[in-house]
């Protein structure tokens, strides 16, 4: 028998033969209008532009946001919001080019939102679209509900109706520091986030 051999046979013979289930005890972070303030705090500090309203404020929120953008795009689940915006509003499917073009702006919603690290949690639900939306154009306006907060990461995990499509994760606008510990902003993705929570 080759060394090979009998490494794998030792670790065959080491595997359990079901599957240890292991309890996972994570730290959740209670609910409540303060994990509003939280959320929109970590906004603040990520340098996102955030403006809070009540539901039938939301379009007239949007429209001013937006009221500089020469066009928008927007999936079909967020076009409603879009109702006091008076510019052009683009449909997709659009090209890379499109998206990037001067002055095009996106407003999505997210799926979920983690206030203890301030992140939006897209999944290419109905109002959220594909992901290239909210990766190339310079400027992203996303709508989060105060009942999608959620304390922490498990939390936003166990309310995602499907964990396994791709999701994406966006803490602030664009930026890293990768070169020489220099905060650079608008590297890969929108150089400007605007929030609006819908209280």
């Known amino acids: 028998m080759s060394a090979r051999d009998e490494v794998l046979r030792r ?9 240890v289930d292991v309890p996972r005890d994570y730290r959740t972070v209670d609910g409540g209008a303060d994990l509003v303030d939280l959320f929109v705090d970590r ?21 001013e946001l937006l009221s500089d953008a020469s066009a928008v795009v927007a999936p079909a689940g ?31 919603g997210c799926a979920v939102a983690v206030a203890r690290t301030g992140t939006l949690i897209l999944d290419a639900g109905p109002d959220q679209g594909r992901r ?40 602030g606008p664009s930026a890293t520091s990768d070169i020489e510990l220099n905060r650079v902003e608008g590297v890969h ?11």
Request: with cysteine; hydrophobic share 45%; charged share 20%.
């Open 11 to 19: 670790v065959r013979a080491a595997r359990p033969s079901a599957p």
């Open 78 to 108: 967020a076009r409603a919001w879009l109702a006091a915006y008076p510019g052009r509003v683009l449909r997709e499917p659009l090209t890379v080019t499109d998206l990037d073009a001067a002055g095009v702006a996106v407003l999505t």
């Open 43 to 63: 906004l603040i500090d990520y340098k996102a532009t955030v403006r809070r309203c009540d539901p039938g404020g939301l379009a007239g929120a949007v429209g």
């Open 132 to 171: 290239a939306l909210s990766l190339v154009p310079d400027r992203h306006v996303c709508v989060v509900h105060s009942g999608q907060i959620v304390g922490g990461v498990p939390e936003a995990l166990a309310r995602l109706a499907d964990p396994t499509r791709p999701l994406t994760l966006i803490s």
């Open 189 to 199: 993705g929108p150089r400007r986030l605007d929030v609006v929570v819908v209280d």
